[in-house]
């Protein structure tokens, strides 16, 4: 096992992914390669379903935050396993509707929707839209009014919390283009004007206050503070929300050294703390939403590239050269973020060199990663990534007119194509010549 259950080293020296031998992976579907372990993203499903069900009653339902991983195949899948999804963009909401998941399990979510986004929600009878601010209100309650709708509503707050400094500086984020902040008191003033928009039905609030995130701490103030608010809003006005939606952000694994997080345990603790927060601050146990993205499908994902030259600078460092890079995984050039890179088809040998790894742009900052331990590298050979199923495909583009890579499933030992690897053809299809 290398990090996760689903990469191992079979017999003949290769990595597995899903049990499936990824060298002989890379052979059929070409580098570079997105595999995903669907089987994986199923089971993680049902650890948050089970989990949220057991915590907070049957009518439970965690969402998907889909700008982690979207395409077609992947919206029919969690329909399958019966989450819900966030979608971020009208683009998503089409994808959603490619696969024909419900539209009432759909939770809209963006700081500037246009107007053309919402009527695209109000028109697939999108089930919750969560407005970010007063224009998108105002907006909403007329487009929805002119459709003779009542849409339900939640109103994306910002708690004031910063989830790595968090208690240093706990009203970090209220700096956010995202949301109403509780401090300023524009929350407060958003909710008595959704609570007068005839064509609205607020259900309650939102906040999500970041990404990748190892503790239960950050949560904790985080529904503290928003339960409070919820206590302040009914002592003004009256109402009571009856949906607190925590956002998403539980941390993955990516590398040896990082932490373990037990999802199902998350959610309990979660849930106890809700539970508590509710009673103290004397407001009614509302119905608890989460939205994780990156933990549903980060650590299905692995990317296979071919090795091409192997470069030692003397005295300074050895790149990698691979036929991918900062298109199918720009997160090292945007934040640093680490992976575990293998040779697949050494995986039995010792680690016992350190890489840069770098794709093949012409950009200096095009790197998978630096000072990363690996088998002894040569060109030909298939270089492995472990855990890029969130974000990365999501987040891949065609910088230096490169084709974006193809997605191929696992699902019970066999491997079939969910996105097809774009061609050259596609890559001047909307050029008008
Ligand atoms: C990105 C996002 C999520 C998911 O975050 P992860 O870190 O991938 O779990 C959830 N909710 C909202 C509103 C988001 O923008």
Do not use: W
């Amino acid at each position: 096992m290398i990090l996760y259950p689903h990469f191992d080293v079979g017999e003949n020296g290769h990595l597995t992914i899903g049990g499936l031998d990824a060298v002989e992976l890379a052979k059929e579907f070409g580098t570079p390669a997105y595999i995903i372990d669907e089987d994986v993203i199923r089971e993680n499903c049902r650890t948050y379903l089970k989990a949220a069900k057991v915590c907070f009653g049957p009518d439970a339902l965690p969402l998907y935050a889909s700008k982690a991983l979207s395409f077609t195949g992947i919206y029919r899948i969690v329909a399958e396993e019966g989450l819900g999804i966030d979608c971020v963009s009208g683009g998503e909401l089409y994808t959603a509707k490619n696969a024909d998941f419900p539209a009432e399990r759909i939770y809209f979510h963006g700081n500037n929707k246009t107007d053309a986004d919402l009527c695209q929600a109000l028109d697939m009878g999108v089930g919750t839209i969560v407005v970010d601010g007063r224009e998108e209100l105002e907006a909403l309650n007329a487009l929805a009014g002119e459709r003779g709708a009542r849409q339900k509503i939640l109103l994306r707050i910002t708690p004031g919390i910063d989830p790595h400094t968090h208690r240093a500086i706990m009203t970090g984020n209220v700096d956010s283009k995202f949301g109403s902040a509780i401090v300023t008191g524009q929350a407060l003033e958003i909710t008595r004007a959704a609570l007068t928009m005839p064509h609205l039905s607020l259900a309650g609030f939102h906040c999500h206050i970041g990404s990748q995130i190892f503790d239960i701490e950050p949560f904790r103030d985080a529904a503290g503070i928003m339960l409070h608010f919820i206590a302040d809003v009914k002592a003004a006005t009256g109402f009571e929300a009856k949906e607190l939606n925590l956002g998403g952000g539980l941390g993955v694994r990516y590398i040896e050294e990082d932490r373990t997080v037990d999802y199902a345990k998350a959610v309990a603790e979660i849930a106890e703390i809700v539970r508590k927060g509710a009673a103290e601050a004397g407001v009614a146990m509302p119905r608890v939403i989460l939205e994780p993205g990156r933990s549903l499908v980060a650590a299905a994902g692995a990317t296979l590239y071919t090795v091409g030259s192997v470069k030692e600078i003397p005295g300074f460092r050895r790149y990698v050269s691979v036929d991918g890079g900062m298109p199918d995984n720009p997160r090292y050039a945007l934040y640093q973020s680490q992976y575990t890179a293998l040779i697949a088809n050494k995986a039995a040998e010792p680690k016992d060199h350190r890489v840069t790894v770098a794709g093949r742009c012409c950009e200096s900052g095009d790197l998978i990663g630096e000072n990363m331990p690996l088998q002894s590298p040569e060109r030909g050979d298939i270089l492995a990534v472990l855990c890029t199923g969130a974000y990365n495909y999501s987040m891949a583009s065609n910088y230096n007119r490169i084709p974006r890579p193809p997605v191929v499933l696992l699902h019970k030992g066999k491997a079939r194509i969910a996105v097809r690897r774009e061609t050259y053809a596609d890559l001047v299809d909307l050029d008008v010549k």
